[in-house]
């Protein structure tokens, strides 16, 4: 299996019933912090995620990913290069499948007054 493949039958179809389900109680500020912990969780995920498979803890097989985006800076770094778009795109699923979830999962704020 791909890792493309992965995500379209697992982590996608996911993400999808968790929008649909989700999305009726999700305000501006939900968005807002959806977006800010996305930024975060890639910018902070993307260093280790990358230098563990420079480490060679986990890897990506050339067969089964799409393409690897920053592979030129590989020879230069070991925090940039190493993992697949899949990868990058696996960062940001999850990280919007917890928020959903949360957003689903937590009590409505009543309204004062």
Same mark, same amino acid.
């Given at each position: 299996m791909t890792y493309w493949?992965? $995500?379209?039958?697992?982590? *996608?179809?996911?993400? !999808? &019933?968790? +929008?649909? =389900?989700?999305?009726?109680?999700?305000?501006? %500020? $939900?968005?807002?912090?959806? *977006?800010?912990?996305? !930024? &975060?969780? +890639?910018? =902070?995920?993307?260093?280790?995620?990358?230098? %563990?498979a420079y480490l060679g803890i986990w890897g990506f097989g050339e067969d089964v990913s799409l393409w690897y985006p920053l592979r030129s800076l590989a020879d230069r770094t070991p925090f940039l290069g190493h993992i697949p778009v899949e990868e990058y795109s696996f960062f940001i699923i999850q990280t919007v499948m917890v928020i959903l979830l949360a957003t689903l999962f937590l009590p409505k704020r009543e309204k004062k007054g």
């Open positions: 493949g992965y $995500h379209l039958i697992f982590t *996608l179809p996911v993400l !999808v &019933i968790l +929008f649909h =389900f989700a999305s009726s109680r999700m305000k501006t %500020a $939900h968005w807002v912090c959806l *977006l800010v912990t996305c !930024v &975060i969780a +890639f910018l =902070f995920t993307t260093p280790w995620d990358n230098y %563990a």
